[in-house]
């Protein structure tokens, strides 16, 4: 489970740039601040858990899990008023991927999965 643990890492990298940059296109497609707000916010969270994925992992992966699992949350919301997959549905799909992800390598990292 040792050799889990980076590459999880560099998918917390992968999905804090996929939210930040779905903030920016989320404001230059419609204008929105509320998307670039949130984006911005949770990508440089998950920015914060993969540098403390690097140095704790235990608190880095944590904090990603927290930030997708409200994501997710965030998304289903968001798709259940618009009734558009596209983007909504799309970043829910993305956040449960990413939360299940986080979650074992938590999970791992505290030796639950050995």
Do not use: D, H
């Amino acid at each position: 489970m040792n050799n889990l643990l980076p590459i999880i890492t560099g998918f917390v990298l992968i999905y804090a740039l996929l939210v930040l940059v779905g903030g920016v296109i989320g404001y230059v497609k419609a204008k929105s601040k509320k998307s670039l707000i949130s984006g911005i916010s949770s990508g440089l969270g998950l920015l914060v858990a993969w540098w403390l994925c690097r140095i704790i992992p235990i608190m880095g992966l944590g904090l990603a899990t927290f930030i997708s699992l409200v994501l997710f949350i965030v998304f289903i919301i968001r798709l259940f008023r618009t009734r558009s997959f596209m983007p909504s549905g799309m970043m829910m799909v993305f956040s449960l991927m990413a939360t299940v992800l986080f979650s074992v390598g938590l999970l791992a990292a505290e030796g639950f999965l050995q």
